[in-house]
């Protein structure tokens, strides 16, 4: 995982593949599929080595304190990683790191007194939103190379100036306020 995440930060989503690892390590392609048996299971294991980069430790004591720091951390483990955001949003990793996290993040909205299915479903929201916002701001340097034209949409002109590329950690913190 190493490997994949190092190719990751170097070219990005597109230059990883199995190949790619044997190529870097200087195996064959055999020996790589011994440890990701496909190109969607090297996925699942490069999103949980992303957010294994979440730190559990030092949560605050509040419910909601803790549930949004975990939110906070999760969205730096993505953002740690160019294309972070891509690799995860592409995947269902049921692997230890990522239920460590939904674990923790499910703990402390159950300790705020959500019921379980409310609790179940904030965190998906929550993760959701998270991997949504980041994904566009890994992606934004190139899409936005020009200003957005909304031609004759009264509604959207107006609120265009709220939606410049610099605010993604204002929009990030505002929805995950009104998440919680």
Sequence with gaps: MRTALAILDEHGAAAVSLRAIAERLGVRMNSVLWHAKSRARLGELMADAIIGGVSLEGLPAGWRERAAEIVRRYRGAL????DGAAVVTGTYAAEPATLDVAEALVGALLDGGMAERDAAWTCWSLIY??????????AAPARFTRELEVGDRPALRRVLPEL?????????????????
């Design 79 to 82: 953002l740690a990683h160019r």
């Design 129 to 138: 939103f998270t991997l949504g916002l980041t994904q566009e701001e890994q």
């Design 164 to 180: 410049s590329v610099d605010s993604f950690a204002e929009r990030f913190e505002y929805g995950l306020d009104r998440l919680l």
